[in-house]
């Protein structure tokens, strides 16, 4: 079992900005994709951004210029830079990552955006 490890969920003011992290072992090979998802509170998970093994990346339409997805390869990390932030992007964030076709969640992290 592999086990992620986010951090950076908080509470911002609309137009705020906040990073969120997410960490797999450094000893872990094979990374096809990672991924940011959010589930907003009576809502289903959705995804938010992506990023692939060849830095190919991904978003949704509303986070499109306001999200940035990236990754630190040799520390296995993908962060998630969320600038503008609006009330409708609260929620709890969870990182995904695919390891030899396999997915693997973060445990989630909470973000709130107070209007």
């Known amino acids: 079992q592999v086990q992620l490890v986010e951090s950076g969920g908080g509470l911002v003011q609309a137009g705020g900005s906040l990073r969120l992290a997410c960490a797999a072992p450094e000893s872990t090979i094979r990374i096809n994709k990672m991924g940011w998802y959010r589930q907003a509170p009576g809502k289903q998970r959705e995804l938010v951004a992506l990023i692939y093994y060849d830095g190919i990346t991904d978003y949704r339409d509303p986070v499109k210029g306001r999200f940035t997805i990236s990754r630190d390869s040799a520390k296995n990390t993908v962060f998630l830079q969320m600038d503008s932030l609006k009330p409708e992007d609260t929620g709890v964030y969870y990182c995904?990552?695919?390891?030899?076709?396999?997915?693997?969640w973060g445990q989630g992290t909470q973000v709130t955006v107070s209007s």
């Open positions: 995904k990552v695919q390891i030899s076709y396999h997915d693997y």
